[in-house]
């Protein structure tokens, strides 16, 4: 089969499998289609073609092929899910529904079919149903931690905390068991995990990606100007997005030589033109293998490439494994550890990471002095205003304004703002109205604690100018925990709101702790939940104090290195510049940079 004598139609599909992990596409699909054209018709090559279709997201593809095969063999539960898959891909959702449950209920532990058609449901906007599948695959014995960290997070997303500390208990006995599928974002989110834990949590879901493939490091000459590359999914609409152009824009160009790799497709909105024209070069990969971005970025001589994603969404890397360049770093996307062999450095600050907290990090932490995070503001700071019936709040109210994302909310520190409303009779809550269900959840919660409903204000998403409006509008920012906001902090600082933070052991819990410091508000950052609780009561009965801190922050503000891409460029130069000088001393890591 094949040209090879002995071989079989399942080594001909592992063999493909492999070259899809090692980022060779084209070669896993000619494989299969060589092999079909000398033994036509036969299943086993037609499902495994489907299935690389489908990794690939060539969805039109698999569908067109794939319905020949699942009408040719109805009960095949692989060609089924990789049917439903391909639909799903394509957004035609009741088919895809109907093949994935029909996968299933051949063959019950089709893990990957729990997940698959968990997805479809929820794109649905059959939300229980999509939370009951994947409890369904832990009732089978099919679950895994890609279930079970999905089940938590859904559930999450509409405030369902029905079995929240069973929910717990599930992924802690998924990291102590090490299994390699579990999202480790998922673990930021969940109290009283350690960063231990999430360490051990990285490493196992890393150790899914294939190092082997390290290209050889390539020498860069003294004098040279420092290349870096940055390399993301992520330069565009979004957070990271945000985060980073003020950067590419502000780098000395006499000193460095900068690269941006995108791995998104190209959009064509304001943020994004910005972030294509802010470094020297900017590159698309989206369309390229792993193997041919990696030896993209590595005859780029690249000397320190930055990576935005780490594990999250559209993230790639296994281009990262592949060591391309001399130096990487973990910064931004991956709030955490990568657990990672792959990466020498994590860019942090002294308040994320901790120097105690060191050797819960695979990478050597790079301090920069100040803060870990820059927001080039794209508008001038709001003006604050007193008519804020605009936004359905009551005029005369103390408003604690919560806009983090609703899976960041825990039944712990929602009670904390429920003993904080009761104990602030003219306090309301203002929470932003997420995903379809989770509203009326958290004001049944709120009624539970004897809160009444016109105490908890929601509101919908609305273009930026209009969110730091509404910032500017509320009176202190509450801010969640052990997950803290990240770029929603920096926002809520620009539009002068003061912010409330609880800090932790962990670099997700210690984000909004760094940025609070840094504009010279540390009395707002506490170590426990009582306190927390406290300090709010405290200040929505105290107007003078409020004012003097929004005067602090206003005055801090305008000289912010948060707020100021030159400034910030030029100290994460300085260590950039650490980073190359062990290197081009043939030095490795050698513990932090500062």
């Known amino acids: 089969m094949a040209g090879e004598p002995g071989r079989t139609e399942a080594d001909i599909c592992a ?3 492999k070259r899809l992990d090692a980022g060779r596409p084209a070669e896993a699909i000619a494989l299969l289609t060589d092999a079909l054209r000398e033994a036509p018709g036969t ?101 895994t931690g890609q279930t079970e960290g999905l089940c938590f997070i859904l559930r999450q997303s509409i405030a369902d905390w029905s079995v929240f500390d069973q929910s717990i208990s599930w992924i802690r006995a998924l990291i102590d068991r090490g299994v390699p599928d579990l999202d480790p974002a998922i673990c930021y989110l969940i109290p009283g995990l350690s960063a231990a834990d999430q360490r051990r949590a990285a490493e196992a879901y890393g150790r899914q990606i294939d190092h082997s493939l390290a290209t050889p490091r390539h020498n860069v000459k003294a004098g040279d100007r420092i290349r870096i590359g940055y390399l993301s999914a992520d330069f565009g609409n979004h957070p990271v997005g945000r985060l980073i152009a003020g950067i590419l824009e502000h780098h000395d160009r006499t000193r460095f030589e900068v690269f941006a790799y995108s791995i998104r497709r190209e959009d064509t909105d304001p943020l994004s033109r910005r972030l294509r024209a802010a470094p020297e070069h900017f590159v698309d990969l989206h369309q390229s293998s792993d193997a041919d971005a990696a030896a993209r970025i590595q005859n780029d001589r690249v000397e320190i490439l930055i990576d935005l994603g780490g594990y999250t969404e559209g993230a790639r890397p296994r281009i990262v494994a592949r060591r391309p360049a001399p130096v990487q770093v973990n910064y931004l996307g991956m709030s955490g550890t990568s657990g990672s062999p792959a990466y020498d450095y994590i860019l942090t600050d002294e308040i994320m990471t901790a120097p105690a907290q060191q050797a819960h990090y695979s990478e050597a932490p790079a301090y920069l002095p100040e803060v870990c995070f820059n927001i080039d503001p794209d508008a001038p700071p709001p003006q604050r205003v007193s008519d804020r019936t605009r936004w359905s709040l009551p005029e005369r109210a103390f408003v604690f304004c919560v806009f983090n994302n609703t899976t960041k909310i825990t039944p712990h520190v929602f009670k904390v703002w429920m003993d904080i409303l009761r104990a602030v009779p003219h306090g309301v809550l203002w929470l932003r109205d997420q995903v379809p269900g989770s509203q009326a959840r958290l004001r049944n919660e709120a009624a539970r604690a004897g809160i009444p409903a016109e105490r908890m204000v929601f509101t919908v998403a609305g273009d930026r100018a209009e969110y730091f409006d509404r910032l ?8 969640c925990f052990p997950y803290n906001g990240g770029s929603t902090i920096a926002d809520v600082l620009w539009a002068g709101l003061p912010v409330l933070t609880c800090a932790g052991d962990t670099y997700v819990s210690n984000m909004a702790a760094s940025m609070v410091t840094s504009l010279g508000l540390a009395d707002l950052v506490v170590r426990d939940l009582a306190s927390y609780r406290d300090l709010a009561i405290d200040l929505a009965n105290d107007p003078a104090r409020m004012v003097e801190l929004r005067a602090g922050l206003a005055l801090k503000r305008a000289s912010a290195t948060l707020f100021d891409s030159s400034r910030f460029t030029a100290q994460l130069e300085t260590v950039l510049e650490g980073m190359s000088r062990r290197a081009r001393q043939g030095l490795s890591k050698m513990g932090p940079i500062r």
């Open 15 to 17: 063999d493909a499998r």
């Open 43 to 143: 299943l086993v090559l037609m499902v495994g073609l489907g299935e690389v279709l489908c990794r690939t997201g060539r969805f039109a593809d698999a569908v067109q092929h794939l319905e020949k095969v699942v009408a040719a063999e109805p009960d095949n539960a692989a060609s089924l899910f990789y049917f439903g898959v391909a639909l799903q891909g394509l957004n035609v959702l009741k088919p895809a529904i109907i093949h994935l449950r029909r996968a299933i209920d051949l063959q019950p532990r089709l893990t990957e079919g729990y997940r698959a058609l968990s997805m479809a449901l929820w794109g649905a906007g059959a939300r229980e149903h999509a939370i009951a599948t994947l409890d369904e695959a832990r009732n089978k014995n099919a679950a």
């Open 472 to 479: 500017a509008s509320a009176d202190l920012f509450l801010d």
